[in-house]
Nanobody, 120 residues
Framework: QVQLVESGGGLVQPGGSLRLSCAAS????????MGWYRQAPGKERELVAG????????SYADSVKGRFTISRDNAKNTVYLQMNSLNSEDTAVYYC?????????????WGQGIQVTVSS
């Protein structure tokens, strides 16, 4: 049974930090590209950050560059999102996603999402 379980969300003041974790099980984590997405009320879900299966390549949305850091630990089957200098525009439900393409077949798994609220 495939599971992606996010943790670490919550309420934080502007300028503060949070670290999200996403624990994976039920598939070979190290074969999958991982990403963090977010969806704010009334907005489309957007890609925040991505990391290659080996962890040697990362990418970020312009809105979070220099503030957020994605990382992974393949020994622990976990991907992280360190979020610094948070502001109200970072308030959203954050989701982790696992993706892999094999000979034309695409495999995609999503977590259930976790709320991050930035407010004073």
């Amino acid at each position: 049974q495939v599971q992606l379980v996010e943790s670490g969300g919550g309420l934080v003041q502007p300028g503060g930090s949070l670290r999200l974790s996403c624990a994976a099980s039920g598939f070979t984590f190290s074969n999958y590209v991982m990403g963090w997405y977010r969806q704010a009320p009334g907005k489309e879900r957007e890609l925040v950050a991505g990391i290659s299966s080996a962890g040697d390549t990362t990418s970020y949305a312009d809105s979070v560059k220099g503030r957020f850091t994605i990382s992974r630990d393949n020994a622990k089957n976990t991907v992280y999102l360190q979020m610094n200098s948070l502001n109200s525009e970072d308030t959203a439900v954050y989701y982790c996603k696992a993706a892999r393409s094999v000979v034309g077949n695409r495999y995609t798994y999503w977590g259930q999402g976790i709320q991050v609220t930035v407010s004073s």
